[in-house]
């Protein structure tokens, strides 16, 4: 799951499988939260997001979870394939009128064949 | 057809030195962004920019000095380089606040 800490996380799972990956957030003010994914040597790209008012959102083969009482987000990847292995990242955003958008610390995903 | 498109993509220099890092892109956004990725894959907003106009400059070093000539341009230039700044840099783009990032490949920054 996704931690603050000083290593990264790593989540192993079989192809195949369903994977959840895990994120808490802290400012309880935050009202837009998405989810990137990074592979080596590229860029974070987009993966889904959800606003505040939803606490569930669905894409192609990912969910997104928002349970804002405990401050707690979830990525779901249906299906897990070996081209899902990457690091995932949580951000939320709407800080500092939306211009400012905070990064987890990341949870390294690999997929076995 | 590269969104959003940073030169160059690997930087080697020594302490003291002075570089700059280009950054563009083409999806017609307001906001431009520089991040910086530390070896811990940590990512930290640096600079935040709208319409040319900077919001957001998270207590940077006064070494680092972004320009936005344009809309679709913000560069970063970089003073008397430390060891401390090696990093991967990346220029990301949005459409206004509260919306997802696009983000270019990064540049590695060494510092030796």
């Known amino acids: 799951g996704e931690s603050v800490g000083l290593h990264l996380p790593t989540l192993s799972v079989q192809e195949g499988d369903n994977s959840i990956i895990n994120c808490a957030y802290s400012?309880?003010?935050?009202?837009?939260f998405i989810w990137y994914k990074q592979e080596s040597g590229k860029g974070p790209q987009f993966i889904i997001d959800?606003?505040?008012?939803?606490d569930k959102r669905q894409g192609q083969r990912v969910t997104v979870l928002l349970n804002k009482t405990v401050k707690h987000l979830s990525l779901q990847i249906a299906a897990t394939q070996p081209g899902d292995s990457a690091v995932y990242f949580c951000?939320?955003?709407?800080?500092?009128?939306?211009?400012?958008?905070?990064f987890g610390a990341g949870t390294r995903l690999f997929v076995k064949a | 057809d590269t969104a959003v498109s940073q030169t160059p993509k690997y930087l080697v220099t020594q302490m003291g030195n002075d570089k700059s890092i280009k950054c563009e892109q083409n999806?017609?956004?307001?906001?431009m962004y520089w991040y910086k990725q530390d070896s811990k894959k940590f990512l930290k907003i640096m600079f935040s920019y709208n319409n040319k106009e900077l919001i957001i400059n998270e207590t940077v070093p006064n070494r680092f000095s972004p320009k936005s000539p344009d809309k679709a341009h913000l560069n970063l230039h970089i003073n008397s380089l430390e060891l401390g700044d090696s990093a991967v840099y990346f220029c990301?783009?949005?459409?206004?606040?509260?919306?997802?990032?696009?983000f270019g490949n990064g540049t590695r920054l060494t510092v030796t």
């Open positions: 990301a783009s949005s459409q206004g606040s509260s919306s997802p990032l696009h």
């Open positions: 999806l017609g956004h307001d906001t």
């Open positions: 959800i606003r505040s008012n939803m």
């Open positions: 951000a939320e955003g709407g800080d500092t009128g939306g211009f400012k958008t905070i």
């Open positions: 400012n309880s003010a935050s009202d837009y």
